[in-house]
C-alpha cells in the first residue's frame, strides 16, 4: 500500500472500529462517514439533526484538513439519515458548508446508525 497513505488526527472522533478515518490514494482522500460525535468527549453533540449535521461537517473538515484538503474540495458526499423527514433540517446545515461548490450527493435512509446518531457524511476530496 505504498500510493496509500492512512489519515488520523485527533480534531475528529477516532474510528470506532477497524477503519480508518481517511485513506488518501493517487489525487483523491476518501473519507469514513462521520457522524455527530464530539472528539473530545466521545458522545454526541446535544441536539437533533442541525446539531448533528454541523458536527458532521465539522469533523469532516478536521480530517480532510489533516489529509490535505478541505471542504471546497470535496467531490461528492453520501448523507445517511435515520429518517427521511430530517431531510429539511440536514440540508439546510449542510448547504452553508458547501457554499461555494456543491458536491454530487447521495442520501439514503438507514435504519440505524453508530452510537444511535441521526445522520453519517462521508466523503470524497481532491488531495495535493
Known amino acids: 500500500m505504498a500510493s496509500h497513505k492512512i489519515v488520523s488526527t485527533d480534531q ?3 474510528a470506532i472500529g477497524p477503519y480508518s478515518q481517511a485513506i488518501v ?28 449535521t454541523a458536527q458532521c461537517l465539522a ?15 470535496v ?19 449542510y448547504e452553508r458548508s458547501f457554499a461555494t461548490v456543491l458536491p454530487a450527493r447521495a442520501t439514503v ?9 441521526l445522520v453519517e457524511i462521508d466523503a470524497v476530496a481532491t488531495v495535493g
Open 109 to 117: 435512509a438507514v435504519v440505524g446508525l453508530p452510537k444511535g446518531a
Open 59 to 73: 469533523n469532516l473538515a478536521a480530517v480532510l484538513a489533516a489529509a490535505g484538503s478541505s471542504l471546497d474540495r
Open 25 to 52: 490514494g493517487p489525487g483523491l482522500v476518501y473519507t469514513s462517514g462521520q457522524v455527530g460525535m464530539d472528539a473530545r468527549s466521545g458522545e454526541l453533540v446535544d441536539g437533533g439533526v442541525p446539531e448533528q
Open 75 to 93: 467531490l461528492k458526499t453520501t448523507v445517511y439519515l435515520t429518517d427521511m423527514a430530517d431531510f429539511a433540517a440536514m440540508n439546510a446545515v
Open 12 to 14: 475528529a472522533p477516532a
